[in-house]
């Protein structure tokens, strides 16, 4: 079953914000910055557009209350005067963020083991319930200025939408998040109903950070005030530290500010799957996504096929079918398939789940084998001798796995160009992201090839 929750019912509603004094009390220094709610003005005719309009081809992901002051606005924290780099600009104490052992009672062990892969449903529960004692908690002032919509998130796709992603391994990410929400609202009971305890775990999973490692995976994820306001950006403006001498988060420009300067940080280097599922956004050109190869009997004629054409094109042998699974064998090959990098990450990262006998070809598919005893590595020297060919296999699998999805890339950049430009759904970039990932691997190969058929002649 899937479990869909219904946004209108989320918890609870907001404040604008106004200043820093409802927030300052979290902060044991905080210098120079401020917390802000802006609305870019293109948005803003954009959701009075969309609003007069009922044509849509899918249902959205925003709320249908127009006087939802939040439900155009960015959060964001800014400079409020010049800040130099390297100058401390925030510093939360733990004991100021709301982590499970503000609850250590709630969960029973049965279910934290049940959470362990699925922390952000345990933190979730652990807001609702210092949520239940309003103004005598005191993270009440946090609480109530916490969004009341996350649009773009998985947690509250349609099964449509999750269809339309058409990359069925974050698909059951997504399904097993919900049904890990569904499972533990109907452990807890009538005061973490199912739509609650979703808007909760959506909070912590765009919002939370992880301050210590722990053997259960779940307690030492934290809401941290203030902090959880900044924005991701792949170069920040500042840069996190925690200190286990203080015990705190501390916060440092990482270049110089100017007054009215967003500062931003870094969620990590994700793969878009993770962007999406947590975060509710897909990057262009993400340098840490990855895409999954599936590789099967039922596509792998077809997969042949599609290499002997790009062998054909550089004049180089053609492959049996028989050949093709000795070329890409290996203990690191499993049945699910493989993953291939970015083309805009390192040679490293680019290739770091490919089967290593391949990856030693591609990282250095001219230089001179050395010995090796590993014993998941094929015969190095014969390796090299059939480069191109385990080389070509792989830019195959890749034009069988893109030639796959239901939609081409051509398709998808048309239908993205019917949605204004910060109003196209996030199902909809993360598969064009997909494909474009799959063909600059392609023309990367393709660049590989032509290359060694050079050296050949």
Same mark, same amino acid.
């Given at each position: 079953?899937?479990?869909?929750? =219904?946004?209108?019912?989320?918890?609870?509603?907001?404040?604008?914000?106004?200043?820093?004094?409802?927030?300052?009390?979290?902060?044991?220094?905080?210098?120079?910055?401020?917390?802000?709610?802006?609305?870019?003005?293109?948005?803003?005719?954009?959701?009075?557009?969309?609003?007069?309009?009922?044509?849509?081809?899918?249902?959205?992901?925003?709320?249908?209350?127009?006087?939802?002051?939040?439900?155009?606005?960015?959060?964001?924290?800014?400079?409020?005067?010049?800040?130099?780099?390297?100058?401390?600009?925030?510093?939360?104490?733990?004991?100021?963020?709301?982590?499970?052992?503000?609850?250590?009672?709630?969960?029973?062990?049965?279910?934290?083991?049940?959470?362990?892969?699925?922390?952000?449903?345990?933190?979730?529960?652990?807001?609702?319930?210092?949520?239940? $004692?309003?103004?005598?908690?005191?993270?009440?002032?946090?609480?109530?200025?916490?969004?009341?919509?996350?649009? %773009?998130?998985?947690?509250?796709?349609? !099964?449509?939408?999750?269809?339309?992603?058409?990359?069925?391994?974050?698909?059951?990410?997504?399904?097993?998040? =919900?049904?890990?929400?569904?499972?533990?609202?109907?452990?807890?009971?009538?005061?973490?109903?199912? =739509?609650?305890? %979703?808007?909760?775990?959506?909070?912590?999973?765009?919002?939370?950070?992880?301050?210590?490692?722990?053997? #259960? %995976?779940?307690?030492?994820?934290?809401?941290?005030?203030?902090? /959880?306001?900044?924005?991701?950006?792949?170069?920040?403006?500042?840069? *996190?530290?925690?200190?286990?001498?203080? /015990?705190?988060? /501390?916060?440092?420009?990482?270049?110089?500010?100017?007054? %009215? /300067?967003?500062?931003?940080?870094?969620?990590?280097? $994700?793969?878009? #799957?993770?962007?999406?599922? #947590?975060?509710?956004?897909?990057?262009?050109? =993400?340098? $840490?996504?990855?895409?999954?190869?599936?590789?099967?009997?039922?596509? $792998?004629?077809?997969?042949?096929?599609?290499?002997?054409?790009?062998?054909?094109?550089? &004049?180089?042998?053609?492959?049996?079918?028989?050949?093709?699974?000795?070329?890409?064998? &290996? !203990?690191?090959?499993?049945?699910?398939?493989?993953?291939?990098?970015?083309?805009?990450?390192?040679?490293?990262?680019?290739?770091?789940?490919?089967?290593?006998? *391949?990856? !030693?070809?591609?990282?250095?598919?001219?230089?001179?084998?050395?010995?090796?005893?590993?014993?998941?590595?094929?015969?190095?020297?014969?390796?090299?001798?059939?480069?191109?060919?385990?080389?070509?296999?792989?830019?195959?699998?890749?034009?069988?796995?893109?030639?796959?999805?239901?939609?081409?890339?051509?398709?998808?950049?048309?239908?993205?160009?019917?949605?204004?430009?910060?109003?196209?759904?996030?199902?909809?970039?993360?598969?064009?992201?997909?494909?474009?990932?799959?063909?600059?691997?392609?023309?990367?190969?393709?660049?590989?090839?032509?290359?060694?058929?050079?050296?050949?002649?």
């Amino acid at each position: 079953r899937f479990y869909c929750f =219904n946004r209108e019912s989320q918890f609870p509603s907001p404040a604008v914000i106004q200043s820093m004094a409802l927030l300052g009390k979290y902060a044991k220094m905080i210098k120079h910055i401020e917390v802000a709610a802006v609305r870019p003005a293109m948005e803003v005719a954009e959701a009075v557009n969309a609003r007069n309009s009922k044509a849509s081809q899918f249902p959205q992901s925003t709320t249908n209350n127009p006087n939802d002051i939040e439900a155009g606005t960015h959060r964001l924290l800014r400079a409020t005067q010049s800040i130099s780099k390297g100058e401390q600009i925030l510093s939360i104490p733990r004991s100021a963020c709301l982590g499970l052992d503000a609850c250590p009672a709630l969960l029973s062990e049965e279910l934290r083991r049940a959470l362990r892969p699925h922390w952000q449903v345990a933190l979730g529960a652990c807001l609702l319930r210092e949520s239940h $004692h309003e103004d005598a908690s005191y993270w009440h002032d946090y609480i109530r200025l916490l969004p009341t919509h996350f649009e %773009g998130l998985p947690l509250f796709f349609t !099964k449509e939408h999750l269809r339309e992603m058409q990359y069925a391994p974050l698909s059951s990410r997504c399904l097993a998040r =919900n049904r890990a929400v569904a499972h533990t609202s109907k452990a807890l009971g009538n005061l973490f109903p199912i =739509n609650k305890l %979703g808007w909760a775990t959506a909070c912590a999973s765009t919002r939370a950070f992880s301050l210590r490692e722990t053997k #259960d %995976g779940l307690s030492g994820k934290y809401f941290v005030p203030i902090l /959880d306001m900044a924005n991701h950006a792949a170069a920040p403006s500042a840069q *996190l530290l925690f200190s286990s001498h203080t /015990d705190c988060l /501390d916060v440092f420009a990482a270049r110089d500010l100017a007054p %009215g /300067d967003e500062v931003t940080i870094n969620y990590g280097k $994700h793969d878009n #799957d993770t962007l999406l599922l #947590d975060y509710g956004f897909v990057p262009p050109n =993400n340098p $840490h996504d990855t895409i999954a190869i599936s590789v099967n009997p039922i596509t $792998h004629a077809r997969c042949v096929a599609l290499t002997n054409l790009i062998l054909s094109s550089f &004049d180089l042998p053609r492959i049996a079918v028989a050949e093709a699974p000795d070329l890409l064998s &290996d !203990k690191q090959l499993t049945a699910q398939g493989f993953y291939v990098g970015s083309p805009q990450g390192s040679p490293k990262d680019r290739f770091a789940w490919v089967p290593l006998s *391949l990856k !030693k070809a591609l990282l250095s598919p001219t230089s001179s084998p050395a010995p090796s005893t590993d014993t998941h590595q094929s015969d190095i020297a014969t390796l090299f001798a059939t480069t191109p060919s385990a080389i070509a296999l792989l830019a195959g699998h890749l034009a069988t796995a893109i030639a796959s999805f239901p939609t081409t890339l051509d398709a998808d950049e048309a239908l993205a160009k019917t949605f204004s430009p910060s109003h196209i759904p996030t199902w909809l970039s993360f598969r064009m992201e997909k494909k474009r990932l799959l063909q600059a691997q392609i023309i990367a190969i393709r660049e590989m090839l032509t290359s060694l058929a050079k050296k050949k002649a």
